[in-house]
């Protein structure tokens, strides 16, 4: 898109009308008004969208599963270089043509890589794939004999019958064959050792079951009754204990009206359920969709995928980011989720009308659900804070967006003419395309990371679209937590919260990460606003430079108590740090700590910073993680 913007500055610098658009952008007052102003735009200087993306291609395959069998046969094989191997395997059999040899083939090699990482199943998985399609006659027995070792790993009573076929394919292979011996030798040691043979067992991590709220919300299904939804000039809408919290409770269990995976994790995760996936299946006409089973393949294709397999390849290959596959995302459930476009525009005309600023965007019934496109709409776009600049972009991304959907899919019934001169007087079309940019001012302040434990760190799995949680304004000490399962956010509250007290998230970094002048920039640069919570009035120091309650603490009686409830504070960060919180006692002590500390140590303090990031490391332990196995 970079190039598309310099493209279109320089005609209109040659035409002079740089300033005239800057002008008359300025007067639009909606978004509908602006996709049509900037579809015009396209018309007159000749700015048409081209489908571009990639497309399944038998060479880029082979290409990829060459590079796989590059890394696989290093020496020394270590794990990380295994799962490398596996991603170019699974990449490969994104590009393979269905059905095809080299699907084939990449799946069979994906399944050696499987094997080494002890993934006996779904290494069965890949040579059943594999022998289902044309996978040449002279490789069979090596499959059916790697069939036979992961079967008997696993003690399967179908052994019996995986031999005969891998005895079948082996005698089939040319004397001549120099494979044929070794591979017969290997069967035979398998089947002396069907007793010995030991599997080596999986850490498979499940999660606890989702917490209970002990009352919900009247107003706010996914939360409890301990919060409302209030509303004034400062703060906008914003959330307010309603009664003390405690450090712990569960303040909401919200399922996100969406969910998308970060792109970088197409081949480790299932594109529908966000789940690790060691063995994915493709989209069998894109090369960017891939899932964990067939289930969840044709649930996203009825979901949005028909649509985005057909944009989201040529928008990734123009470097549209997360938030434009969003974007599209949220207006294809938007469409669907509406019985027709007519209803969906007076819904938005309804909630764009509403003078009641606390209940913008609430259902017909007084509630605030998360699961309905109503919700979204009533979360802020901060519009009138955007540069000409800035909206022009948005706009121009979302035109092409548009024009891809409009043409190359049946969202509208059946695709559309190209002409930009037809799509500008078809009303449902420039509709579309507003929710489409109403989104891409939307998502930067509203949307959450959906994260996943990696080794020592939290990092992103996928984003979300939640409705209640981003009502929740930014502290740079925040005094609740997120917490990412599979399908579901929580949200705890850390500190203690007085009845009437806001609610605080974190949007950027944390106060003793990052300098307050740097959180500050950003903060106001996405969000529009200029933080004005505590660490940042009194500007708290960086982490290294923070006090001990030692130096904080005066009475000898409070340090003693401080230091007693503190007393397994270092063995918990050692459990927490390897991984394993098999320890139920773990979350209680450390809550407990939090208690004592608020209430006897002056904010900020070392100790207290300390605590609350080792309890958000057990949380997170708790919920999605990507462990790599060991070999």
């Known amino acids: 898109m970079e190039k598309v913007l310099h493209t279109l500055n320089t005609k209109l610098i040659a035409a002079d009308k740089h300033q005239d658009l800057i002008n008359k952008y300025k ?44 890394l696989f046969v290093s020496t020394p094989l270590k794990n990380y270089t ?69 079967l008997n790993a696993l003690k399967h009573p179908r052994m019996e019958d995986a031999i005969k076929e891998a005895q079948y394919w082996l005698e089939k292979m040319s004397s001549d064959d120099i494979n044929r011996k070794r591979l017969s ?32 919300n009247i107003e706010v299904p996914c939360a409890s009754d301990a919060v409302t939804i209030k509303y004034n000039e400062e703060y906008g809408r914003h959330i307010v204990a309603t009664r003390k919290i405690r450090p712990g409770e569960v303040i909401a269990v919200e399922k996100p009206y969406s969910l998308i995976l970060t792109p970088d994790n197409i081949h480790t995760h299932c594109s529908n359920c966000l789940e690790v996936s060691w063995a994915n299946i493709p989209c069998e006409h894109c090369t960017y969709a ?59 005309k309804e909630v764009d009308s509403c003078v009641a600023s606390r209940t913008k965007g609430f259902s017909k019934d007084g509630t605030f659900p998360s699961d309905k496109y109503r919700s979204l709409l009533g979360l802020v776009t901060n519009t009138e804070k955007r540069s000409v600049q800035d909206l022009f ?20 019934g059946n695709p559309l003419s190209k002409d930009l001169s037809v799509l500008i007087k078809n009303a449902d079309v420039t509709f579309v395309g507003s929710l489409i940019l109403r989104h891409q001012q939307m998502i930067p302040s509203n949307i959450h990371s959906f994260s996943e434990e990696c080794g020592l760190e939290a990092v992103e799995r996928g984003a979300a679209a939640m409705p209640f949680s981003s009502l929740i304004n930014h502290s740079c000490n925040p005094n609740i937590l997120r917490h990412s399962r599979s399908k579901y956010v929580i949200i705890y509250a850390i500190y203690p919260i007085e009845e009437g007290e806001q609610l605080y998230d974190i949007y950027t970094q944390h106060y003793a990460i990052t300098p307050k002048a740097v959180r500050q920039k950003k903060l106001l640069k996405q969000y529009y606003f200029k933080c004005n919570c505590l660490p940042c009035q009194e500007d708290w120091p960086l982490y290294y430079n923070l006090k001990s309650f030692r130096n904080l603490v005066k009475k000898e009686e409070d340090k ?72």
């Open 185 to 216: 030798e290997k069967l035979n040691n398998t089947k002396h050792n069907l007793a010995s043979q030991k599997l080596k067992k999986q850490n498979i991590i499940k999660q606890p079951p989702l917490p209970k709220i002990k009352t919900r």
């Open 27 to 70: 007067t639009l007052c909606t978004d509908e008004e602006r996709i049509v102003f900037t579809l015009n735009v396209m018309l007159e200087y000749n700015i048409i969208p081209q489908a571009c993306g990639d497309i399944k291609d038998a060479k880029e395959s082979e290409k990829l599963r060459e590079q796989g069998n590059k």
């Open 393 to 412: 972009r948005r706009s121009l991304d979302a035109s092409f967006i548009l024009y891809f959907v409009a043409t190359c899919t049946n969202i509208f």
């Open 560 to 631: 003693n108590r401080i230091r007693h409830v503190l007393r397994k504070f270092n063995r918990y960060v050692d459990i927490a740090t390897e991984g394993n919180i098999s320890d139920k006692h773990i979350v209680d002590d450390l809550l407990k700590m939090i208690e004592v500390l608020y209430e006897l140590v002056p904010m900020p303090s070392t100790e207290m910073n300390d605590v609350v990031e080792t309890l958000k490391r057990v949380y997170d332990l708790n919920g999605n993680r990507f462990e790599i196995p060991e070999l």
């Open 82 to 150: 295994c799962v490398d191997a596996l991603k170019l395997y699974t990449k490969s059999i994104a590009y393979a043509p269905y059905p095809s040899e080299q699907l084939a083939l990449a799946y069979a090699n994906r399944s050696a890589v499987l094997m080494k990482l002890h993934k006996y199943e779904l290494c069965i998985q890949d040579i059943d794939r594999a022998l289902a399609l044309t996978y040449p006659d002279n490789l069979r027995a090596k499959l059916c004999v790697r069939k036979v070792e992961c």
């Open 290 to 348: 891939m899932y964990c089973s067939e289930e969840c393949k044709a649930m996203e294709w009825k979901k949005y995928h028909d649509v985005e397999c057909r944009v989201f390849p040529s928008m990734l290959k123009m470097n549209f980011v997360k938030l434009d596959l969003f974007s599209l995302r949220l207006a294809i459930q938007a469409v669907r989720e509406a019985t027709n476009i007519q209803e969906l525009r007076k819904e938005l």
